[in-house]
């Protein structure tokens, strides 16, 4: 139960969101924002994390070299792209820079 906000002040400058809990521990608050609302979450982060468990705290990540190996392959999307569609768009960005200074070259462009 989160029974008051408070803030860490160093200087002019604002360190970390705290708050303190039912029980009188003061922790760092979880960092996790919601897509729909914008609202940040109230739940404390775990110790040394910037998340609490909902949002990925808990998460020690892939530990062997396997597991690091298939997370490196793995199709993962970040935002509405997988790797694959970026290095598409960014090879096809860079054919079109060369035909424009192609274009340029050959005074079929100008530069404004």
């Not at 979450?41 to 609490?52: D, I, L, S």
Request: proline fraction near 2%; aromatic fraction near 4%.
């Amino acid at each position: 139960m989160l029974y008051c906000n408070t803030y860490i002040k160093q200087g002019p400058k604002l360190l970390f969101d705290h708050h303190t809990t039912s029980f009188g521990a003061v922790a760092a608050r979880c960092q996790a924002k919601s897509k729909r609302s914008g609202a940040q979450c109230r739940k404390p982060a775990m110790r040394g994390k910037a998340v609490c468990r909902t949002h990925g705290g808990a998460s020690t990540g892939a530990k062997t070299s396997q597991g690091r190996e298939r997370c490196a392959q793995a199709k993962t999307v970040h935002g509405w792209e997988t790797r694959e569609i970026r290095r598409k768009r960014a090879e096809k960005l860079r054919e079109l820079r060369e035909l424009e200074g192609a274009m340029l070259t050959l005074g079929m462009l100008s530069r404004t």
